[in-house]
């Protein structure tokens, strides 16, 4: 049966956690600024919690979860609230852990190639520290306001592990399911990252084709040929024109190429030296101009890095052209060309607009999508989100499940999985207080779903 439990009152909760963490750690009132409540994703309702707590270290997080949960308050951790699918919006009444005064560089262990970091770190800031003992955290999401903890929780970019050694094979990987839980299972206090040269030889190439398709085609011919592109992306005509306009940007593209081309790749090769790089960027123009491609740009340095900064730029411009959600589905390489092509006859069937850029060379295909319209929207969402599970793919690449997708998730998901899912988040988080309402639906999440919301 499930045992319905209501929030306590804000006073209480403040009152309550202010003992546990000192009265200056816990916003309430006027002081919770609009920016708790709410991350980046293109829809959903913002929501007012209780109190924000911002812990100084572990024990201060342990002990807050711990008075969390003795009270029954849900708890949301929040990283910098650049995600997409709504996963660090609060409850409403609950309670916000944010760790922006956990954000130092404990370690970089230059022998071991690892960094050990507080949470609260952005990407930013860690690459800044590590530049400087020639080594990288080899991922890039779009933007780098993005926190090490934030990071993990979404599993941006696969890398987090939790020992200094390279491999491990000592019980259940309990990493790698934190990793990608959205805050619903654990806390992350501390991460140990591991880290790789930072290798100063780089090219960026722009091969024009005449089709998304055409492009779609060449891409697991560019995976498999050894050349490792570190960012291997599509963006179609539309999407380029739109960039290049919001940021001025000129590659030197003839207008009658352009005027041909119906999408474009973007190989981003890097190497130890020029000379590997040399032959490593002739390999990738031979085969991309086999493949079909128009022509292929050696972009200058500064275009490339304006280039990837444009494309960084890409979400901002389709919020601001007001599209109403975006679809981040991952699918295996080989049915990208099928994906493509089937999304732009269900959008068509839909009468709705779907335009999109993605990662193409790990098949996570971004696709703002501009209908208003919910209950169509939501229509459009489901039959393209069936239709990818059909062919082999998942709902989210990166940006998670959230509470935006969580509708389709358990409705598309194997039943046998979410039931199993179900009950370790139950063995995490017995009292249900990790962020309710994230994944899974407030009345499934845990023994002591409440009926908050
Ligand atoms: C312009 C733009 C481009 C983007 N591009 C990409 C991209 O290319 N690839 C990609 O993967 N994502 C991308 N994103 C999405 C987003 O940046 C990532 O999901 C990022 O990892 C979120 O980090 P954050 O610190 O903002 O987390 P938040 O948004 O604050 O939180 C995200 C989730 O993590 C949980 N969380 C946060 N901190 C902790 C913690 N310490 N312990 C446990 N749970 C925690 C939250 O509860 C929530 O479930 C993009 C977003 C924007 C706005």
Redo the contacts with the bound molecule.
Sequence with gaps: MCVKKAIPAGDVIASRLGDVLGRGAVLTGDAIGPEYRC??SLHGSPAEPAAVLRPGSTAEVSAAVKAAAELSVPV??????????G??VPVAGGVV?S?ERMAAVLEIDDANHVAVVQ??L?LAELDARTRGHGLVYPV????S?????????????EVIRSGRFVKNATGYDLTQL?TG????L????EATLRLHPRLTATASLLAPFGSVDDVARVIPQIVTSGLQPMICEYIDRGTMTGLLRASDLRLGIPAQVAARTGAYLVLVLESRTAERLADDVADAAARLGEAGAYDVYVLLEGQGADLLAAR?????MVKAAGADDLIDMVVPRSRIPEYLRRVQELARQHGSRVFGCG?AGDGNIHFPVYEPDERKRSGLLQDIFAMGVSIGGAIS????I?RAKKRYYQALEDPAKLALQRRIKAAFDPAGVL?PG?VFDLAEAGPAATSMR
């Design positions: 991350d980046e949301t951790a929040r990283g910098a609230g650049t995600g997409l699918s996963a660090c852990i760790f949470p609260g952005t890039f999401p779009g933007t306001a993005a926190t090490l903890g934030g990071n993990v929780a979404t599993n941006a970019g934190i839980s959205e805050g619903t654990a806390l992350v206090s960084e730029q890409a979400f901002w990662h690449g990166e940006h998670g959230g962020n994230c």
